[in-house]
């Protein structure tokens, strides 16, 4: 639910540190539609910050895979997000 100065903000940051602007969208959620669509809002976050969560979605836009975790710190491995990727039909 970034706005979208601070998606700005960490795509420049990003291109400064790794040399390379991202390769992918930076998406802004305002009033948390899409967090709320996944159940993704952390409760006892009051600014509407969802649990980190990586998806892996297929072409006709279902979702195949999903990784959760309440603890922000705590991401999915390199491996395993390929390894689901390598299991997309």
Do not use: C
Not at 18 to 45: C, E, K, M, T
Request: hydrophobic content about 35%; proline content about 9%.
């Amino acid at each position: 639910m970034d706005p979208k100065e601070d998606l700005q903000k960490m795509a420049d940051r990003i291109s400064k540190e790794d040399g390379i602007r991202p390769g992918f969208v930076l998406l802004s959620d305002p009033g948390h539609r899409v967090i709320d669509r996944y159940g993704l809002l952390n409760p006892a976050d009051k600014r509407g910050i969802p649990h980190p969560t990586t998806f892996v979605i297929d072409r006709d836009g279902v979702v195949r895979w999903k990784f959760t975790e309440v603890n922000y710190k705590v991401r999915p491995s390199n491996a395993g997000i390929l390894k689901a990727l390598a299991g997309l039909p």
